[in-house]
């Protein structure tokens, strides 16, 4: 069993800043992509950023330069770092990881619980 455990939601003024975790426990050999998603009512979820083992990063055009995301492969874990919050960034964030349980099995997509990230104006 593989669980995902977010954590950093919360309510905060446009302008401020908030950061996001997601921890993964459990029966894990590797993990390659990391992603947080978010989604608002009525709406499709969306790829927020990603990152792969090596590093490398893509990001919501509607978000580059004001979030960062990054992993620590030690501790199976993700941050999504948000600065100069807008209203429109309001929604659920998700996290998302594909990982590998043991060598010779695939990968799997595991989610996270989603956390709540609210920015007023």
């Known amino acids: 069993q593989v669980q995902l455990v977010e954590s950093g939601g919360g309510l905060v003024q446009a302008g401020g800043s908030l950061r996001l975790s997601c921890a993964a426990s459990?029966?894990?050999?590797?993990?390659?992509?990391m992603g947080w998603y978010r989604q608002v009512p009525g709406k499709q979820r969306e790829l927020v950023a990603s990152?792969?083992?090596?590093?490398?990063?893509n990001y919501l055009d509607s978000v580059k330069g004001r979030f960062t995301i990054s992993r620590d492969n030690a501790k199976n874990t993700m941050y999504l770092q948000m600065n100069s919050l807008k209203p429109e960034d309001t929604a659920v964030y998700y996290c998302?990881?594909?990982?590998?349980?043991?060598?010779?099995?695939?990968?799997?997509?595991?989610w996270g619980q989603g956390t709540q990230v609210t920015v007023s104006s």
């Open positions: 990152i792969i083992s090596e590093g490398s990063t």
């Open positions: 998302n990881m594909k990982i590998r349980r043991l060598p010779v099995l695939g990968e799997f997509e595991s």
């Open positions: 459990g029966s894990i050999f590797s993990i390659s992509t």
